[in-house]
Nanobody, 129 residues
Framework: QIRLVESGGGLVQPGGSVRLSCTAS????????VGWFRQAPGKEREGVSC????????YYADSVKGRFTISRDNNKRTVYLQMNSLKPEDTAIYYC??????????????????????WGQGILVTVSA
């Protein structure tokens, strides 16, 4: 059974950058859709960025477009989220997720049309001076 573990979070100043990693064990993600989600205190979970397994389509929430980039390295079984120009409102627990059912679009995964099956435990990113 695939298990996901996030790393790379922490405290970062406004305007700064951080890269989150999500590494899979127990199997590969080569044929999985993957995504990053976040939940801030008192708010609902938000789909930040999702990627179809072929990487042919990628979705970004409007709030992060132009600042965040999702990528994957199948050889390392790792999915990344590069976050630049961070704002205090980006503060949240970030979760990575994966799904073996791949006939949905990247938008479908992030917008909740399809709930991804496999989730990491989450990692906190705090953007503060």
């Amino acid at each position: 059974q695939i298990r996901l573990v996030e790393s790379g979070g922490g405290l970062v100043q406004p305007g700064g950058s951080v890269r989150l990693s999500c590494t899979a064990s127990g199997g590969s993600l080569n044929y999985h859709a993957v995504g990053w989600f976040r939940q801030a205190p008192g708010k609902e979970r938000e789909g930040v960025s999702c990627m179809h397994p072929t990487a042919a389509t990628t979705y970004y929430a409007d709030s992060v477009k132009g600042r965040f980039t999702i990528s994957r390295d199948n050889n390392k079984r790792t999915v990344y989220l590069q976050m630049n120009s961070l704002k205090p409102e980006d503060t949240a627990i970030y979760y990575c997720a994966a799904d073996p059912v791949t006939y949905y679009t990247s938008s479908d995964y992030c917008r909740g049309v399809r709930d991804l099956e496999i989730w990491g435990q989450g990692i906190l990113v705090t953007v503060s001076a």
